[in-house]
Protein backbone atom coordinates (compact mmCIF):
# COMPACT_ATOMS: atom_id res chain seq x y z
CA UNK A 1 0.00 0.00 0.00
CA UNK A 2 1.14 3.42 -0.91
CA UNK A 3 2.22 5.56 2.01
CA UNK A 4 3.49 9.05 2.95
CA UNK A 5 5.28 8.98 6.96
CA UNK A 6 6.72 12.00 8.78
CA UNK A 7 8.28 12.18 11.90
CA UNK A 8 7.81 13.47 14.45
CA UNK A 9 4.62 14.56 14.79
CA UNK A 10 5.71 17.59 16.66
CA UNK A 11 9.07 19.12 17.47
CA UNK A 12 10.12 21.79 19.42
CA UNK A 13 13.88 23.11 19.14
CA UNK A 14 15.34 26.41 20.39
CA UNK A 15 16.31 28.88 18.22
CA UNK A 16 19.82 28.46 16.90
CA UNK A 17 19.02 24.48 17.15
CA UNK A 18 19.11 22.85 13.50
CA UNK A 19 17.28 19.75 13.32
CA UNK A 20 15.90 17.29 10.80
CA UNK A 21 12.14 16.34 9.77
CA UNK A 22 11.65 13.01 7.96
CA UNK A 23 9.68 11.69 5.23
CA UNK A 24 9.51 8.76 4.77
CA UNK A 25 7.81 6.75 1.44
CA UNK A 26 6.68 3.53 0.15
CA UNK A 27 5.23 4.54 -3.39
CA UNK A 28 5.67 3.06 -7.00
CA UNK A 29 6.55 5.05 -9.73
CA UNK A 30 7.40 8.36 -7.94
CA UNK A 31 7.33 11.08 -9.74
CA UNK A 32 8.05 14.05 -7.52
CA UNK A 33 8.25 14.19 -3.76
CA UNK A 34 7.10 17.81 -2.35
CA UNK A 35 7.68 19.90 0.77
CA UNK A 36 4.73 22.52 1.71
CA UNK A 37 4.41 24.53 4.97
CA UNK A 38 1.36 25.44 6.67
CA UNK A 39 1.05 28.29 9.01
CA UNK A 40 -2.10 27.71 11.22
CA UNK A 41 -5.31 29.03 9.68
CA UNK A 42 -3.73 29.45 5.98
CA UNK A 43 -3.02 26.73 2.95
CA UNK A 44 -0.14 24.74 2.44
CA UNK A 45 2.72 27.39 0.64
CA UNK A 46 5.02 25.51 -1.69
CA UNK A 47 8.57 24.89 -0.45
CA UNK A 48 10.32 22.41 -3.06
CA UNK A 49 10.15 19.74 -5.34
CA UNK A 50 12.65 16.94 -5.65
CA UNK A 51 12.21 14.59 -8.27
CA UNK A 52 15.27 11.96 -8.18
CA UNK A 53 17.00 10.43 -5.27
CA UNK A 54 20.18 12.16 -4.47
CA UNK A 55 18.90 15.85 -5.18
CA UNK A 56 18.93 18.70 -3.02
CA UNK A 57 17.56 22.36 -2.66
CA UNK A 58 17.93 25.25 -0.46
CA UNK A 59 16.04 28.08 0.26
CA UNK A 60 17.00 30.31 2.94
CA UNK A 61 17.71 27.83 6.15
CA UNK A 62 16.05 25.13 4.33
CA UNK A 63 17.32 22.73 2.82
CA UNK A 64 15.45 19.67 1.46
CA UNK A 65 17.15 16.26 0.17
CA UNK A 66 15.94 12.92 -1.36
CA UNK A 67 16.55 9.39 -1.10
CA UNK A 68 14.96 6.28 -2.58
CA UNK A 69 13.05 6.04 0.29
CA UNK A 70 12.91 8.86 2.40
CA UNK A 71 13.14 12.27 2.69
CA UNK A 72 15.13 14.99 4.81
CA UNK A 73 13.90 18.90 5.58
CA UNK A 74 16.71 20.19 7.36
CA UNK A 75 16.43 23.38 9.32
CA UNK A 76 19.84 25.36 9.68
CA UNK A 77 19.58 27.79 13.09
CA UNK A 78 16.21 28.27 12.88
CA UNK A 79 14.23 31.12 14.14
CA UNK A 80 10.93 31.49 15.42
CA UNK A 81 9.19 32.62 12.42
CA UNK A 82 10.18 29.43 10.93
CA UNK A 83 7.50 27.82 13.25
CA UNK A 84 4.89 26.26 11.07
CA UNK A 85 3.69 22.78 9.76
CA UNK A 86 5.69 21.04 7.32
CA UNK A 87 3.84 18.76 4.77
CA UNK A 88 5.59 16.04 3.13
CA UNK A 89 3.59 14.80 -0.21
CA UNK A 90 4.68 12.67 -3.57
CA UNK A 91 3.38 12.19 -7.00
CA UNK A 92 3.72 8.99 -8.72
CA UNK A 93 3.60 9.02 -12.49
CA UNK A 94 0.34 8.66 -14.44
CA UNK A 95 -1.57 9.58 -11.07
CA UNK A 96 -3.00 13.05 -10.91
CA UNK A 97 -3.17 13.08 -6.95
CA UNK A 98 -0.67 14.00 -4.23
CA UNK A 99 -0.22 11.54 -1.61
CA UNK A 100 0.05 13.79 1.93
CA UNK A 101 1.62 12.70 5.22
CA UNK A 102 0.00 14.22 8.65
CA UNK A 103 2.64 16.79 8.83
CA UNK A 104 5.27 17.49 11.47
CA UNK A 105 4.04 20.47 13.65
CA UNK A 106 7.35 22.78 14.49
CA UNK A 107 8.09 25.20 17.12
CA UNK A 108 11.06 27.29 17.56
CA UNK A 109 11.08 29.08 20.90
CA UNK A 110 12.90 32.42 20.93
CA UNK B 1 -1.13 38.74 -7.45
CA UNK B 2 -4.28 36.41 -6.30
CA UNK B 3 -3.27 32.93 -6.96
CA UNK B 4 -5.97 30.56 -6.02
CA UNK B 5 -9.37 32.15 -4.31
CA UNK B 6 -11.65 30.57 -2.27
CA UNK B 7 -15.48 31.59 -0.94
CA UNK B 8 -16.49 31.56 1.84
CA UNK B 9 -13.88 31.75 4.45
CA UNK B 10 -15.63 30.13 7.01
CA UNK B 11 -19.62 28.56 6.70
CA UNK B 12 -21.98 26.85 9.26
CA UNK B 13 -24.75 24.68 7.64
CA UNK B 14 -27.57 22.52 9.36
CA UNK B 15 -27.42 18.85 8.52
CA UNK B 16 -29.63 18.76 5.05
CA UNK B 17 -28.63 21.96 3.83
CA UNK B 18 -26.70 22.42 0.67
CA UNK B 19 -24.16 24.71 -0.13
CA UNK B 20 -21.27 25.54 -2.77
CA UNK B 21 -18.09 26.19 -2.60
CA UNK B 22 -16.18 28.64 -5.17
CA UNK B 23 -12.99 28.51 -6.26
CA UNK B 24 -11.31 30.63 -8.85
CA UNK B 25 -7.28 30.79 -10.36
CA UNK B 26 -5.62 33.25 -12.08
CA UNK B 27 -2.31 31.40 -13.06
CA UNK B 28 -3.60 30.35 -16.39
CA UNK B 29 -3.23 26.41 -15.19
CA UNK B 30 -5.04 23.78 -16.46
CA UNK B 31 -5.56 21.39 -13.39
CA UNK B 32 -7.37 22.18 -10.64
CA UNK B 33 -8.42 20.33 -7.38
CA UNK B 34 -10.65 20.11 -4.26
CA UNK B 35 -9.01 18.58 -1.10
CA UNK B 36 -10.23 18.38 2.41
CA UNK B 37 -7.78 18.41 4.97
CA UNK B 38 -9.09 16.47 8.90
CA UNK B 39 -7.17 16.48 12.12
CA UNK B 40 -4.74 13.62 12.24
CA UNK B 41 -4.86 12.81 8.33
CA UNK B 42 -3.27 14.27 5.42
CA UNK B 43 -4.83 16.16 2.79
CA UNK B 44 -7.42 14.19 0.92
CA UNK B 45 -8.48 14.34 -3.04
CA UNK B 46 -12.08 15.13 -3.13
CA UNK B 47 -11.97 15.63 -6.78
CA UNK B 48 -9.43 16.24 -9.96
CA UNK B 49 -10.29 18.14 -13.09
CA UNK B 50 -8.05 17.98 -16.20
CA UNK B 51 -9.49 20.81 -17.81
CA UNK B 52 -12.54 22.42 -18.83
CA UNK B 53 -15.37 20.09 -18.81
CA UNK B 54 -13.30 17.31 -17.44
CA UNK B 55 -13.73 16.04 -13.68
CA UNK B 56 -12.52 12.94 -12.02
CA UNK B 57 -13.38 11.33 -8.44
CA UNK B 58 -10.87 11.57 -5.79
CA UNK B 59 -9.97 9.48 -2.70
CA UNK B 60 -12.77 11.02 -0.98
CA UNK B 61 -15.98 12.00 -3.57
CA UNK B 62 -18.80 10.50 -2.15
CA UNK B 63 -21.57 13.15 -0.93
CA UNK B 64 -19.51 16.27 -3.24
CA UNK B 65 -20.06 17.13 -6.71
CA UNK B 66 -18.08 19.64 -8.96
CA UNK B 67 -18.19 21.75 -11.59
CA UNK B 68 -15.45 22.74 -13.56
CA UNK B 69 -17.22 26.16 -15.25
CA UNK B 70 -14.93 27.58 -17.36
CA UNK B 71 -10.65 27.55 -17.12
CA UNK B 72 -10.27 29.41 -14.11
CA UNK B 73 -13.14 28.35 -11.49
CA UNK B 74 -13.93 25.02 -10.37
CA UNK B 75 -16.95 24.72 -7.71
CA UNK B 76 -17.50 22.19 -4.73
CA UNK B 77 -20.57 21.63 -4.07
CA UNK B 78 -22.55 19.53 -0.56
CA UNK B 79 -25.92 18.90 -1.71
CA UNK B 80 -27.17 17.42 1.98
CA UNK B 81 -24.77 18.41 4.20
CA UNK B 82 -23.93 15.79 6.85
CA UNK B 83 -21.53 15.84 10.17
CA UNK B 84 -18.72 14.37 8.74
CA UNK B 85 -18.90 17.10 6.45
CA UNK B 86 -17.29 19.34 8.89
CA UNK B 87 -13.50 20.07 7.39
CA UNK B 88 -11.44 22.44 5.83
CA UNK B 89 -11.86 22.48 2.24
CA UNK B 90 -8.86 23.49 0.12
CA UNK B 91 -8.85 24.03 -3.31
CA UNK B 92 -5.70 23.82 -5.73
CA UNK B 93 -4.43 24.25 -9.10
CA UNK B 94 -1.47 23.32 -11.39
CA UNK B 95 0.08 23.98 -14.69
CA UNK B 96 -0.13 20.55 -16.02
CA UNK B 97 -1.18 16.76 -13.92
CA UNK B 98 1.20 15.98 -10.87
CA UNK B 99 1.85 12.33 -12.80
CA UNK B 100 3.75 14.24 -14.91
CA UNK B 101 5.48 16.23 -11.63
CA UNK B 102 3.87 19.72 -11.92
CA UNK B 103 3.17 21.30 -8.28
CA UNK B 104 0.28 21.77 -7.02
CA UNK B 105 -0.66 25.58 -5.18
CA UNK B 106 -3.09 25.87 -2.71
CA UNK B 107 -5.71 28.90 -2.12
CA UNK B 108 -6.31 30.09 1.72
CA UNK B 109 -8.99 27.38 2.81
CA UNK B 110 -12.59 27.41 3.52
CA UNK B 111 -13.74 26.35 7.03
CA UNK B 112 -16.93 24.13 7.08
CA UNK B 113 -19.03 23.21 10.45
CA UNK B 114 -21.89 20.54 9.93
CA UNK B 115 -24.38 20.66 12.61
Known amino acids: EDQVTQSPEALRLQEGESSSLNCSYT??????LFWYRQDPGKGPEFLFT???AGEEKEKERLKATLTKKESFLHITAPKPEDSATYLC???????????FGTGTRLTVIP | NAGVTQTPKFQVLKTGQSMTLQCAQD?????MYWYRQDPGMGLRLIYY???????DKGEVPNGYNVSRLNKREFSLRLESAAPSQTSVYFC??????????????FGEGSWLTVV
Open chain 1, 89 to 99: AVSQTGANNLF
Open chain 2, 27 to 31: MNHNS
Open chain 2, 49 to 55: SASEGTT
Open chain 1, 27 to 32: VSGLRG
Open chain 2, 92 to 105: ASSEAGTGAGNTIY
Open chain 1, 50 to 52: LYS
